[in-house]
């Protein structure tokens, strides 16, 4: 299995819902991230989780929490979201190569539309 | 056709025709460079990497070239296919690091 699935593929909530978007590789890959992309936009960099810790948060607000329960898989929380978060969250795990260097495979995406 | 940059958001060329998407990356730190392709409904697709200690790699049908003294990578593809239609990522890191950098991204499109 050499992919990353990620559920729903699309999401609309309300900016009073609770929803989470789920993510799980079996690559047997030990970080696993969470990006944002904009319409037309590069993907940012959200969170990284290495070996089920998170070890990097791009200062993401609160309204977002990110959830590691085991190697495999990832979750995102989401509450009181604002309009402006409406976008496609992607998530990736990778591996770190001989050579010392992380190769992202990233999942198809989750749309999330907040109302 | 060949881009002139990020500040060329798009790039069309013909079927069959080689294109070069540029890119210029930020952090003179960054000793891996990752090119993506993004096609319409699907996450970024890794394509092809080049660390900083070399200045040229080639993979099937696209070649990554590495300018250290400008920051500057390109992405050149031989003879492109409708299938090449895309949007097109660099991403820079420092080895070792999680942190991976998208650049702007530049759109291509294959005329038939």
């Known amino acids: 299995d050499t992919e990353v699935t990620q559920t729903p593929k699309h999401l609309v909530m309300g900016m009073t819902n609770k929803k989470s978007l789920k993510c799980e590789q079996h690559?047997?890959?030990?970080?696993m991230y969470w990006y944002k992309q904009k319409a037309k936009k590069p993907p940012e960099l959200m969170f990284v989780?290495?070996?089920?810790?998170?070890?990097i948060n791009e200062s993401v607000p609160s309204r977002f929490s990110p959830e590691c329960p085991n190697s495999s898989l990832l979750n995102l929380h989401l509450h009181a979201l604002q309009p402006e978060d409406s976008a496609l969250y992607l998530c990736a795990s990778s591996h770190e190569t001989v050579s010392g260097a992380n190769v992202l495979t990233f999942g198809a995406g989750s749309r999330l539309t907040v109302l | 056709g060949e881009s002139v940059g990020l500040h060329l958001p798009t790039l069309s060329v013909q079927e069959g025709d080689n294109s070069i998407i540029n890119c210029a990356y930020s952090?003179?730190?960054?000793?891996?460079f990752i090119w993506y392709k993004q096609e319409s409904g699907k996450g970024p697709q890794f394509i092809i990497d080049i660390r900083s200690n070399m200045d040229k790699r080639q993979g099937q049908r696209v070649t990554v070239l590495l300018n250290k003294t400008v920051k500057h990578l390109s992405l050149q593809i031989a003879a492109t296919q409708p299938g090449d239609s895309a949007v097109y990522f660099c991403a820079e890191t420092i080895q070792g690091a999680q942190k991976l950098v998208f650049g702007q991204g530049t759109r291509l499109t294959i005329n038939p």
């Open positions: 989780y290495s070996y089920e810790k998170l070890s």
């Open positions: 690559m047997g890959h030990r970080a």
């Open positions: 952090n003179s730190a960054s000793d891996y």
